[in-house]
């Protein structure tokens, strides 16, 4: 979701899926050693009851973690109701009923870890089944360690589904991901009989917790091994997949709807490309040059409908900010103003080039410096004490068409100015004053969107 808005680039979240696989093996090792060592049966309804009563009682955060505190609940509940289902299994199966440890019988053993994982839709579920089934005598341990390398495998099938006609960013995650776990599920089928023959070795009896730490110490391995090249492996998944002509709504998913607060993220970052997009063509045009402009407003005004469209199918549910600004009015007044941009320059006429008084090329200077800072603030990296300078220059833009008009009209009648310069200079010095106006209210805006307080 987050490389979807744009929050997180391929290489970032290269790394996050890193840590998420090395971190979603502790399941394994909160079942071994304290799943199948303690009855949990007498906290788990206690846990539920007192998490889903904090859930329906309680707001933001603390809702949330009565969430947290129901799901732990049903796991401990679950791994209960799962040991009690394999001890009466294990009276009528045994591992002499499941492919043994032979190169075939491992295969095998695979595609039941990977089909499991794909039904329970949870690799750590298909963990504590194998940890429990190991416990209870139904499988012995090389068979419950090739389940768990099937499993490792079968869990990016949920990516790859997610990844289904999504957008570019999310494909190139969902195969980061699927490189990354079938590259440690083959380094864990290498290493799997010199484990198996360290532990015996070790202990003639190894518990249930061999089986989630040849589950870390595949992933982890893996994880030390891709980590180092982790820019290259960015790069080469950055070509494999490109991306097409840039778009500002490239990120939009409707996948990022599920959580309004990240798609009301990625909808202002989609906003500020566009700002950039509209700031290009507003220094163009006033440059007076008669070559085609970077962007055209006809593939802004695109742009921005496609921002109007996501927003539709936000539910409208994000709270304020500590300082009340709300983001989603922040981006509706930011689209208003974009909108007002567009008509006001659709049909502006070429810029004189021409200026005896030298109005026009003080404007034009006040709108580059203005713009020049527009720019820090729609950037990667916005930089916030910019807008105070945006304020300003759209002021004195602002004073300058108050004072120039009246200044024009008196050259016109002294004969100094034709009546049609007069009009030309006038409206260029008023169009520039307006696109400041609305640019200075554009930053105004993203930066309440992005939960800051504006510094103007």
Not at 30 to 43: K, R, V
Not at 280 to 294: E, F, N, Q, V, Y
Not at 304 to 313: A, K, N, S
Not at 390 to 412: F, Y
């Amino acid at each position: 979701g987050f490389v979807s808005a744009g929050m997180l680039t391929t290489i970032q979240a290269t790394g996050v899926i890193i840590g998420s696989s090395v971190g979603t093996t502790s399941m394994g090792w909160i079942i071994s050693l304290l799943g199948l060592q303690y009855s949990l049966s007498a906290i788990s309804l206690p846990l539920i009851g007192v998490g889903a009563l904090m859930r329906l009682i309680l707001k933001n955060r603390a809702s949330v973690f009565g969430l947290a505190i129901a799901g732990f609940g049903l796991m401990f509940f679950g791994l209960e109701t799962l040991q009690q289902g394999m001890e009466g299994i294990s009276a009528h199966v045994r591992p002499e009923a499941f492919p043994q440890a032979d190169w075939s019988g491992r295969i095998l053993l695979m595609l039941v870890g990977i089909a499991l994982t794909v039904v329970m839709q949870s690799s750590s579920a298909v963990v504590a089944t194998a940890i429990t089934a190991y416990h209870t005598g139904s499988l012995d341990l090389a068979q419950s360690l090739t389940i768990v390398i099937g499993a490792s495998i079968g869990t990016t099938v949920t990516t790859l589904l997610v990844s289904i006609g999504a957008n570019v960013p999310v494909r190139r995650t969902a195969l980061v991901h699927i490189l990354f776990n079938s590259f440690a599920s083959l380094l864990g089928y290498v290493l799997q009989p010199a484990f198996i023959a360290l532990l015996v070795w070790l202990t003639p009896q190894p518990g249930a917790w061999a089986i989630a730490a040849f589950h870390t110490a595949f992933t982890l391995a893996a994880a030390l091994l891709v980590l180092p090249a982790v820019g290259q492996v960015s790069t080469f998944i950055t070509r494999l997949i490109r991306d097409p002509a840039p778009d500002a709504a490239r990120h939009f998913d409707d996948t990022l709807v599920q959580v309004p607060e990240v798609a009301l993220e990625a909808l202002r970052r989609a906003l500020c490309s566009i700002g950039a997009d509209a700031a290009a063509w507003i220094r163009h045009h006033a440059d007076g040059r008669g070559s085609t402009p970077p962007t055209s407003l006809t593939a802004v005004r695109r742009e921005l409908d496609e921002c109007h469209d996501f927003l539709t199918r936000i539910p409208a549910t994000v709270p304020v900010h500590q300082h009340d600004a709300n983001p989603r009015l922040s981006v509706v007044h930011v689209m208003d103003h974009l909108d007002q941009i567009i008509s006001e320059s659709t049909d502006i006429a070429a810029i004189p080039t021409a200026d005896i008084s030298g109005r026009l090329t003080t404007a034009s200077a006040h709108l580059h410096t203005l713009l020049a800072a527009f720019d820090r603030v729609v950037s990667a990296t916005p930089d916030a004490t910019a807008l105070p300078e945006i304020k300003k220059q759209s002021a004195a833009l602002a004073a300058l068409r108050r004072t120039g008009r009246h200044a024009l009209l008196r050259e016109t009648a002294e004969a100094q100015l034709t009546p049609a310069e007069a009009d030309r200079l006038l409206d260029a010095v008023r169009w520039m004053d307006t696109s400041a106006y609305h640019l200075w209210r554009i930053g105004h805006h993203l930066q309440q969107a992005a939960g800051e307080t504006p510094h103007a």
